[in-house]
């Protein structure tokens, strides 16, 4: 059975892109900008205390979020979250394993900071949002789980989701594990086919649908990043994020097929003219 959503507002953080319009754009170009750099603001939504205590995946989702916030005809308290990373924590998984194979010491704010789910303690701190929220991690089909959880959920509750794919970097030895060496992330606003949600402002409208394991060699020759995103992301299942949102410039339908387990998720934006 296909599941259809509204998207109402989204945010994309990369090297070289600060936006969804950047995004957009080098879509449209089929190029990033020269200066191709990312500096990841201090969470001003955060209380003083938390806001020094933000590891560097927490101002990664945390910003991104941010941008689809401003622009979501829905209050940030109000929606239900779905988290999707490949690993979750960056940085500081290095740094508690080389505590615990030297000093053995972990300082409390290390391990505050070190399970997978922190995000979206940050952001319901920032927001003052109770509602629930959902943390994945299926390493580089992270992205299409995390999507069709949170389809699932606007669908079933009839409530606005907000899902949150993003990936920061990895340092050695563990990046030799998980080669991610570039900060992605992408934030979605989603609400299902209902009418209450439809007369609000929606960017696009997709489709998503499960296809048989016959087709999981196809979806991922189909999955490959396009040229105008660096191949070095490819292990950042977020990066397909990317790619999902920037379908929003084809000025006709557009599909993307994910692997998920043995089977396909076939994601398709629907045309523009085509009722959600």
Do not use: K
Request: net charge neutral.
């Amino acid at each position: 059975m296909a599941i259809r959503f509204d998207l109402h507002a989204a945010g994309a953080l990369a090297p070289g892109i600060a936006s969804l319009a950047d995004l957009l754009a080098s879509c449209r170009t089929g190029r990033l900008p020269a200066d191709s750099t990312l500096e990841l603001p201090s969470p001003a939504a955060l209380p003083p205390n938390e806001r020094r205590r933000a590891s560097q995946v927490v101002r990664l989702t945390l910003a991104c979020a941010q941008q689809a916030l401003q622009a979501s005809p829905y209050p940030a308290e109000a929606l239900r979250m779905v988290f999707a990373s490949d690993e979750g924590t960056g940085e500081v998984c290095q740094q508690m394993l080389e505590a615990l194979a030297t000093t053995r010491q972990v300082s409390p704010l290390l391990f505050h900071n070190s399970v997978h789910n922190a995000p979206s303690g940050y952001l319901s701190i920032a927001h003052q949002n109770r509602q629930s929220a959902t943390s994945l991690s299926l390493g580089v089909e992270s992205f299409a789980s995390g999507l069709l959880c949170a389809a699932c959920e606007a669908q079933a509750t009839g409530e606005p989701v907000l899902l949150l794919a993003y990936d920061a970097p990895m340092t050695e030895p563990m990046r030799s594990l998980l080669p991610i060496v570039a900060p992605t992330a992408t934030a979605w606003i989603i609400t299902s086919n209902d009418a209450a949600a439809a007369a609000r402002n929606v960017l696009a409208s997709f489709e998503l649908d499960l296809q048989p394991a016959a087709a999981r060699a196809s979806a991922e020759r189909r999955a490959a990043l396009p040229r105008w995103l660096p191949a070095a992301w490819t292990p950042n299942s977020s990066a397909l994020g990317l790619v999902a949102l920037a379908t929003i410039a084809d000025a006709d339908h557009a599909t993307l097929a994910l692997g998920l387990g043995a089977q396909v998720l076939r994601l398709t934006r629907l045309p523009r003219h085509t009722p959600c």
